[in-house]
Structures are given as structure tokens and as C-alpha cells.
């Protein structure tokens, strides 16, 4: 699926304004691939990012679908008191905590019509019948998961590829199934045991991801099985991300430690610590998107005043580990190392 690559790194979907056409295109143009994120967007603003990307990269792209989950019926007013507190520090009203599927059948509709060449998914699988829409249109369909089972379940259902991600990655864990009981959502594995243990019983190609901003991370994970390395922090900096300019300092800053959250979006999600993951994570309901709607309006708000400590900061355990520039750049730096590592294997032959 990947065999064109000069170097198999793909950018990952970073939903919410990280990953644009611009980054896409710059990576894919340096011999790399990209996703665009489908999450968050409406699929009127979706098929504007969709013509804007295949003009920039030649067609060559894919698009990231969020799939949706069950409805909680969880008690969500204890979390919205505490949201409440913050959104008073910003002068704003935390927004309405409602459901929503995130319009995935109307995106769906547009990939299948609009042909694009890889649909991954994330959050669950697609039905059979979903996969099959876009094998009759000419794509490739890719699923993240995050244990075995998952595995089993999405190749099943048609994946093509899996997205294996580990439990060091920036950003929402991809489980299928969200277990309240569990801070971390679930059963929690490191990317190169959960690499060894699908690579044991599956021969779809994997595409590693978790925690990989260096070069030499891309070597160990190729060296382990994996097709390609999906980077998502390793490019937040990049001069064509759209991460916001108060998250990106912070980044650059490189002191804060990361954990998993549920305060901003009701899933499990690493992100760099600040006052609201430290103070509203413990007993934050499993209820996406509920929270995601209603921490929304102080998400901004915080954005707005350059104040990092109401904003999701999503990033992987290693993000200090990552550079700023032009994104062909950093790709170019990822691939040297990548080549300096596997140079260090000779000692094994």
C-alpha cells in the first residue's frame, strides 16, 4: 500500500486544526504520505480540505473518519459545575454537552464519491458493508487499533492495514470500546509488544504509531515489523501544522510531563499536564463528545488569551524530543536518523 514511499513516513490525522493540506502536501511531496483529519470538520468543510489537498499532493492522500460511538447516558453535572469554574476565569459559558455522530455518513459518502485513495478509521471499525463501499471504489481502507482483539475485529471487517497504536501516543487513544473504570480507557500496550502480538496473527501490513518524533524510532518499529511509522507530534511544530501558537511554545518549552485525560472530550487522551487535566480528570465521566462540546467554548477561550492551562495540549511521551521548521525539514531529519540507526545494526550480522 505503501510501496511508493521513498521513506515510509506518514503524517498522522491530527484532528482539531493540527494536520492541514499544506502539511499533508509538504510531507507527501518530501516521499512521504499523509491524513487528513476528518474530525471536528463539518463534511461541507471536509470536501473543501479534500479538493485542496488532492490538487496539492496529485491525489495522493488519505482521509481519517472518526466512527462513531454509543450514546452515554452518564450524569454529566458534577463535571460541568467544575467546567463551570473555568470557564468563569475566561468570561464564557461551557458549551452544550450533546451527541453527535460527527456527521460520519455524510463523510463517508464524500471519500467513497470523491475516490480517495486511503480511508482510515478510528475509534471502531467500519461495518463490512462500509469497508466494502470503499474497496468498490478504488480505496484502501485502514483502521488504528490498540490490542489484538481490535485487530481481529478490523480484519474481519476488511481493514486492509492496521494503524497499531501504542499506549505513548499523543492525542485519543483509538479504543473501540471506552472502560469507564479505566483512566486509560482499557487494556494499555506499548507500541512494540502490541506490534510483536498483531504481527503474530495477521499478515495485513501494520503501520506503526505512539510516541515516534526521531528517526531511530522509525528504524526500531521497521525493525519490529511494521510497514511504515504514522508521526503526529513529531510534525506539531512543523511551519505548515495549524497547531496554535500557545501550544506550540509550550511544546518548544519541553518541561511538562504528559498523561491521560477524559476532562476535555469524555475519551481517553494523552496530553501535556496543566491546571484542568490536574484538577478535573479524576472522576471526568466517559461521555464523547459530549465533553468535548461542552469544554469547547473554554478550550478557545484560553486559546484566545495565550493561557495553556485550559487547553487540551495534545502530545506523545516524547515530545521534547521534537523539532520546529519547514516539515520537509523534519522529514529529511527523521530520515537521516532513521539511516544512522540502521547503520548501527551491522553489529548484528
Do not use: C
Amino acid at each position: 500500500m505503501f510501496e511508493h514511499l521513498e521513506f515510509p513516513v506518514i503524517v498522522a490525522p491530527m484532528a482539531g486544526g493540527p494536520t492541514t493540506p499544506e502539511l499533508v502536501a509538504a510531507v507527501t511531496s518530501a516521499g512521504g504520505f499523509g491524513f487528513l483529519a476528518a474530525g471536528y470538520l463539518t463534511a461541507e468543510a471536509l470536501a473543501a480540505k479534500v479538493d485542496e489537498t488532492a490538487r496539492r499532493t496529485g491525489g495522493r492522500f488519505g482521509v481519517n473518519l472518526f466512527v462513531p460511538g454509543g450514546r452515554s447516558e452518564v450524569d454529566l453535572t458534577a463535571h460541568r459545575e467544575r467546567m463551570q469554574v473555568e470557564a468563569r476565569r475566561y468570561g464564557v459559558e461551557p458549551g452544550e454537552p450533546h451527541w453527535d455522530d460527527d456527521e460520519y455518513s455524510a463523510k463517508l459518502d464524500l471519500v467513497v464519491a470523491q475516490r480517495v485513495p486511503v480511508v482510515s478509521f478510528t475509534f471502531g471499525a467500519p461495518t463490512t458493508a462500509e469497508a466494502g463501499r470503499v474497496h468498490e471504489a478504488g480505496g484502501r481502507v485502514v483502521v488504528t487499533v490498540t490490542s489484538p482483539q481490535e485487530a481481529d475485529i478490523a480484519v474481519a471487517r476488511g481493514a486492509d492495514a492496521l494503524v497499531v497504536q501504542g499506549f505513548e501516543a499523543g492525542g485519543h487513544r483509538a479504543l473501540f470500546t471506552d472502560d469507564a473504570a479505566d483512566p486509560a480507557g482499557g487494556q494499555v500496550y506499548g507500541l512494540l509488544s502490541l506490534l510483536r502480538l498483531i504481527g503474530a496473527r495477521t499478515s495485513v501490513p501494520l503501520i506503526a504509531t505512539g510516541g515516534l518524533v526521531h528517526g531511530a524510532d522509525v528504524a526500531a518499529v521497521l525493525a519490529a515489523g511494521a510497514s511504515a511509522a504514522q508521526l503526529g507530534t513529531a510534525f506539531l511544530r512543523a511551519d505548515e501544522a495549524g497547531t496554535a501558537a500557545t501550544q506550540r511554545r509550550v511544546l518548544a518549552e519541553g518541561d511538562r510531563a504528559t498523561a491521560f485525560t477524559r476532562a476535555f472530550s469524555g475519551r481517553p487522551a494523552r496530553g501535556l499536564v496543566n491546571r484542568v487535566l490536574s484538577s478535573l480528570s479524576v472522576g471526568a465521566p466517559a461521555a464523547y463528545p459530549q465533553l468535548h462540546h461542552l469544554s469547547k467554548p473554554v478550550r478557545a477561550a484560553a486559546g484566545q488569551a495565550g493561557d495553556p492551562e485550559a487547553m487540551s495540549l495534545w502530545a506523545g511521551q516524547a515530545y521534547p524530543l521534537a523539532t520546529g521548521g519547514p516539515a520537509a525539514t523534519i522529514f529529511g531529519r527523521l530520515r537521516d536518523e532513521a539511516r544512522t540507526a540502521a547503520a548501527r545494526l551491522d553489529r548484528l550480522r
